[in-house]
């Protein structure tokens, strides 16, 4: 049970992050955005992987 709430929780941190480049694109912040998308990426993989 717990195996799956951390993954869950990897996945959302994911997609908390997938909404951080789109808000830092926005500002036109490309290195930032770049940074903040490879952490979601890594995130939602490891969610996912946890699995």
């Given at each position: ?44 993989t ?6």
């Amino acid at each position: 049970m717990s195996e799956n709430v951390i993954a869950i929780v990897m996945v959302f941190i994911g997609l908390f992050l997938l909404g951080g480049v789109y808000s830092l694109l926005k500002q036109g912040l490309k290195i930032g955005a770049v940074i903040c998308g490879i952490g979601a990426v890594m995130a939602i993989t490891a969610g996912v992987l946890w699995w």
